[in-house]
């Protein structure tokens, strides 16, 4: 299906991007890759009258240092996130779960802003974002503001972005040398997860010195399973102990029961691909 | 309308279109370009890809005015001077098809799919063309027409659509 009829600009900066925005307030909706904004503008399920694409705004694309983070663009499409040097060596989690999103096509229109600024429960780069405990930088009329993961999902596809804010890149503290391990369980190829755990962990001397756990589809909004990150800290990185403390990896969840599982369900296999997680984000880190 | 200037299988075009238009409905209706298909409303099934600047994209999920001043690719573009395309010409070898629906799609994601990974296993052909629906092969045919593409089979002569052999590496 085609979407309806609507007004296109492409504004080649942020500021013009946000004067489009003030102008047009809700009537306006922002495309980044169209990944997930086309689907639902074919279905008809919203039918914005103004169309602002960042697509042709470069600064918004690419992946930076910047001393004790890595910048990754709004922009930057998932193949290239996914194949970042910067990525690989300081957030290996993220290069982990990208590998995971969905197929190669999409993977090289969908952008890591919009998948995280689209907010889906489901969606697989939330839970690493909260896990790596990620900063969102938020442009909008008054200036740039910076949201913590911890206050920036705040409810099923809804997010500390406002209706005249776009969101122009996601710093993410190094995590250089953790281990990391993307769990997903899907039933059909290219999907979302029904559940998915993203593990990311610092070992030494065989001991799991930090760790950081995030959740998806484990409620309306990407989780921390931090009952489990207490009891693994500063334990040994053994089966026993990560098998233990994963039984714990269902802690606040609230997930839902549909088609592909109850929540009764969804609680339980949350603690084994959490150990499963867990030991590959202990064994990548050298434990 | 928008005004859009982009290439197409090497052909300079330049057209005034609505916005909402999809790049897919572009080739097709504006251009005639039929090889490109739709094959579902969900963007799931991965008929209709094509590349963008080189790199494989569902063109039923980008719009034609986010083509604009970029450079396109469809399966009507591989075949030179009457030549297939190596990988066209792999699926012709392996029987990589039955109704031919899933094909040109197939073909553009094979291509991707070689041109980042040059001798994939058959699991890492399995995973890159996840996004391309097949509702006849068994998807069989289809990796084996990859690995014959990227030199890793080599075709029992003569016999169409003949089991392939692998080759052992020495
Ligand atoms: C077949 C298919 C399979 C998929 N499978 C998966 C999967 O397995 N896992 C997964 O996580 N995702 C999956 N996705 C979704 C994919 O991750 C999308 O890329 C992503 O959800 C949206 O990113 P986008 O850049 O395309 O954003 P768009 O679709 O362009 O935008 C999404 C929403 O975010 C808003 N937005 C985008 N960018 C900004 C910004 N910078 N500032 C403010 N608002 C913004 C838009 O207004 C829109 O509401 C799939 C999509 C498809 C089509
Ligand atoms: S027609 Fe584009 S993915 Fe099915
Ligand atoms: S050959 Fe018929 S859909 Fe693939």
């Known amino acids: ?287 | 309308m928008t005004r859009i200037n982009l290439t197409v299988d090497g052909m300079k075009v330049s057209d005034d279109v609505e916005p909402r238009m999809l790049l897919v409905q572009y080739l097709r209706e504006k251009l005639g370009k039929t090889g490109t298909v739709v094959g579902c409303d969900t963007s799931n099934c991965g008929a209709c890809t094509v590349h963008l600047d080189g790199e494989s994209v569902k063109s039923c999920n980008v719009l034609a005015v986010q083509a604009d001043g970029h450079d396109v690719t469809t399966i009507e573009g591989l075949a030179k001077d009457g030549r297939l395309h190596p990988v066209q010409e792999a699926f012709r070898e392996c029987h990589g098809l039955q109704c031919g629906f899933c094909t040109p799609g197939m073909i553009m994601q094979s291509i991707d799919l070689l041109n980042h990974n040059p001798q994939p296993s058959e699991q890492e052909i399995r995973v890159g063309l996840e996004g391309n629906l097949c509702r006849c092969t068994g998807y069989h045919n289809i990796v084996r027409a990859v690995q014959y593409a990227s030199g890793q089979l080599v075709a029992a002569a003569g016999e169409a659509g003949g089991v392939a052999e692998e080759v052992t590496p020495a």
């Open chain 1, 1 to 287: 299906m085609i979407p309806a009829p609507f007004d296109y600009v492409a504004p080649s900066s942020v500021e013009e991007a946000l004067a489009a925005l003030q102008q047009h307030g809700d009537d306006a909706k922002i495309l980044a890759g169209g990944q997930s904004l086309l689907p639902v503008l074919r279905m008809r399920l919203n039918a914005p009258e103004l169309i602002i694409d960042l697509g042709r705004i470069d600064s918004l694309r690419g992946v930076r240092d910047d001393g004790d983070a890595i910048v990754i663009g709004a922009m930057t499409p998932h193949s290239v996130v996914g194949a970042d040097p910067l990525v690989a060596e300081h957030a290996l989690l993220v290069a982990k779960a990208v590998a995971h999103l969905a197929d190669a096509q999409v993977r090289h229109r969908g952008t890591f802003g919009g998948a995280l600024a689209h907010a889906d429960p489901a969606g697989d780069l939330g839970g690493p974002a909260r896990a790596l405990d990620a900063q969102f930088v938020i442009a909008g009329p008054a200036g740039t503001r910076t949201v913590p993961a911890d206050d920036f999902f705040v409810d099923l596809f809804e997010t500390a972005i406002s209706e005249d804010e776009i969101l122009t890149e996601v710093r993410i503290p190094k995590h250089t040398g953790w281990g990391a391990h993307h769990e997903k369980m899907v039933r059909v190829a290219h999907q979302w997860p029904i559940c998915a755990v993203a593990a990311t962990a610092r070992v030494e001397g065989g001991t799991i010195a930090d760790i950081a756990i995030g959740l998806a589809n484990m409620g309306s909004t990407p989780l921390r399973a931090r009952g489990v990150e207490e009891a693994l800290r500063g334990q040994p990185a053994t089966e026993d102990a990560v098998r233990a403390a994963c039984g714990r990896a269902a802690e606040g969840a609230n997930p839902p029961s549909d088609l592909n599982g109850s929540a009764e369900y969804r609680n339980h296999v949350v603690t084994v691909m959490c150990r499963r997680a867990v030991l590959g984000a202990v064994q990548g880190a050298g434990a």
